[in-house]
């Protein structure tokens, strides 16, 4: 404080009241206080005339993204393009702004008027986050229908509830997903695109399956529908597409193992043909047929490269294929670059080398995740709000050299690019998808499609010549085995959290409870009063106690028929018995399953095995 003069530092700004002062005093004093030392890193950019519109947009006031105190810049005009308002809102940022900007949980900067925003959502069979959506079968199981127009539907209702939901969450909330808690987002994580060469592998179930030209068509379909604008220059969503490329190996270990991150070290070798032939097609497919706007890295090396760092991001994606959206790292994954021996580091040397050569490379976003368990809490000169982070690293290695401004702007352009193509800096009334709400989650129409295409994909591997039944000559039926009663096995792997508390809960948004019908349920509700059923667990899925296995085999032979449910089960580690992280190490029924299969079926020959896996 100098007689009549306050100066104050609010969101890197330097503001100056004085009142008593004449203005080429303030300009002096300005001036004399303000000077940077190295303006590349710590002062931002004043917009400049041409930047600025003056006024606010009223209508951006009324759904609580933006402060009614907010002047409108340059990069709120929606006459301009997209690319121009993003090089612009970028222009005026600092390099540590810029920096901030590049990973999944971006800080907002209120400054500039930009939000903070979740990168991620998955959704590789309904929006996997609220607990009140529409869960469809996996896209492994999606892909056994052979029927395009159901995963067009798929992908167009999961495209309407994840706006939908982000819609409800603005209305109740006035302000926009928080970056860093909600899970909500428009940047959908799906689908993924490599192949089940071989089926232990524990992601099979994202997949669709081993053919590249039955990928490549269900890629194209349902990118196309998940970003289908229906004409408007805005997106719903965003899809992407993932993991480039040659990915499918999770662990080593059998259930319960703890050899679970193998899939960020081990080097996937392939020769350039089947690289071409097998495992490019769909990538391509889904980024020239159908437009996707982003694309994700994989854990592991190709050939030796690790792919976050691979030239495949320029020389493949840009150059060959003249893809121009956002390249995403999968969680952590820049972080793992330290495993291979490309960089001649290890994981004890300085993660500001793995994270510029992931940057140089071409990949825009650091997705983090487990680096936040591996990364130290904080460094010396790292960026802010980006604890754990490698690309926290990153104004280390613009100072050493390592990376130059001109990257750094390419990327955070690039992401800015994509997020008003979401409609986040325009007035919600341009935006088409701003009225869907609850109404438009979890609807009739969206059930029947679930149920749909969950009949569609059944596969029929074998019957006999009793089959199918005579529901009329049926007079009790026996149903048997570990998956019989279980809603949590119709899931499959990264689905909503049907039945769990919901976090929209606390803030009031209404609900509906999820239906899931076991296959015992559905057997009763199927067959005719005057049926008998009977159930019987048998086992569970992995123990070896063979208490239920007699109650099982009487239950079989006194009843006209027998439905048999056995499989596995799926989710996220080595707790389940396949899922990401986590592979099988063989094909057969784990437990005392194929055991109890072997009793029913020689007391009650007809008999029907389902087995979902």
């Known amino acids: 404080k100098v007689e009549g003069l306050r100066i104050c530092r609010l969101h890197q700004y330097l503001y100056i009241i004085a009142p008593t002062m004449t203005l080429p005093l303030v300009v002096a004093t300005l001036a004399l206080v303000a000077s940077p030392a190295r303006p590349q890193l710590t002062t931002p950019s004043r917009p400049t005339a041409d930047s600025r519109r003056g006024g606010v947009h009223s209508e951006q006031s009324k759904d609580g993204q933006w402060s009614s105190e907010l002047p409108a810049f340059s990069w709120f005009d929606p006459t301009r393009s997209f690319e121009e308002r993003a090089a612009m809102l970028v222009g005026n940022m600092t390099a540590i702004e810029r920096i901030t900007q590049l990973v999944k949980f971006s800080p907002p900067i209120e400054r500039l008027g930009v939000p903070g925003y979740n990168y991620h959502m998955e959704a590789a069979h309904g929006v996997a986050t609220g607990g009140d959506v529409t869960v469809f079968p996996c896209s492994l199981a999606r892909a056994a229908s052979f029927d395009l127009d159901i995963e067009r539907g798929v992908a167009a209702t999961t495209q309407r509830e994840a706006r939908a939901k982000w819609n409800m969450y603005l209305h109740v909330t006035n302000h926009t997903p928080a970056y860093n808690s909600e899970g909500l987002s428009l940047t959908l994580y799906a689908p993924e695109m490599n192949l089940c060469r071989d089926p232990r592998w524990g992601r099979c179930q994202e997949s669709r399956g081993e053919d590249p030209h039955l990928t490549s068509r269900f890629t194209v379909e349902f990118v196309k529908a998940l970003q289908d604008s229906n004409g408007s220059k805005y997106l719903p969503v965003t899809a992407m597409l993932k993991d480039f490329p040659v990915y499918n190996l999770e662990s080593s270990q059998p259930a319960g193992g703890t050899d679970w991150q193998v899939r960020t070290s081990y080097n996937a070798v392939v020769n350039a043909a089947d690289l071409k032939q097998s495992f490019l097609p769909a990538f391509r497919a889904g980024t020239i047929e159908a437009g996707v706007e982003t694309i994700m890295t994989s854990y592991h090396a190709i050939n030796g490269i690790p792919a976050t760092a691979s030239p495949m991001l320029q020389d493949v994606l840009r150059d060959e294929w003249k893809f121009n959206g956002s390249v995403v790292s999968d969680g952590g994954a820049v972080t793992?670059?330290?495993?291979?021996k490309y960089l001649n580091l290890s994981m004890t040397d300085n993660i500001t080398a793995a994270a510029a050569a992931a940057l140089n490379s071409g990949c825009d976003m650091n997705s983090g995740g487990f680096e936040r368990a591996i990364n130290p809490p904080s460094c010396s000169g790292c960026a802010p709000n980006m604890t754990g982070y490698a690309y926290a690293h990153?104004?280390?290695?613009?100072?050493?050299?390592?990376?130059?401004?001109?990257t750094?702007?390419?990327?955070?352009?690039?992401?800015?690019?994509?997020?008003?193509?979401l409609g986040f800096f325009d007035p919600p009334s341009l935006v088409p998808y701003t009225k869907l709400g609850r109404k438009d989650v979890d609807t009739n129409a969206s059930r029947s499609l679930a149920r749909r295409s969950a009949q569609e994909s059944l596969v029929l591997l074998h019957a006999s010549t009793s089959f199918p039944w005579n529901e009329k000559a049926i007079k009790k039926l026996a149903i048997i085995g570990p998956n019989a009663n279980s809603t949590s096995v119709l899931l499959s792997d990264y689905n909503a959290p049907c039945g769990a508390p919901s976090k929209y809960v606390n803030v009031g948004l209404p609900g509906r409870k999820c239906r899931l019908v076991s296959i015992l349920d559905g057997a009763r509700a199927a067959m005719s009063a005057s049926t008998t059923i009977v159930y019987e667990q048998g086992c569970n899925l992995t123990s070896q106690n063979t208490s239920g296995l007699e109650p099982a085999t009487q239950a079989a032979q006194s009843s006209d028929a027998t439905i048999i449910v056995v499989g596995l089960d799926s989710g996220f580690g080595p707790s389940h018995l396949e899922g990401e992280a986590h592979d099988r190490v063989n094909l057969t029924l784990p437990g005392l399953q194929m055991e109890l299969i072997r009793?029913?079926?020689?007391v009650q020959p007809n008999s029907v095995v389902v087995v979902i896996s």
Do not use: Y
């Not at 009793?599 to 020689?602: D, S």
């Open 394 to 406: 990153l104004p280390e290695a613009l100072a050493r050299g390592m990376v130059d401004i001109e």
């Open 408 to 421: 750094i702007t390419r990327s955070a352009t690039r992401l800015f690019e994509l997020r008003m193509k």
């Open 599 to 602: 009793r029913v079926l020689a």
């Open 336 to 340: 793992f670059i330290l495993n291979f």
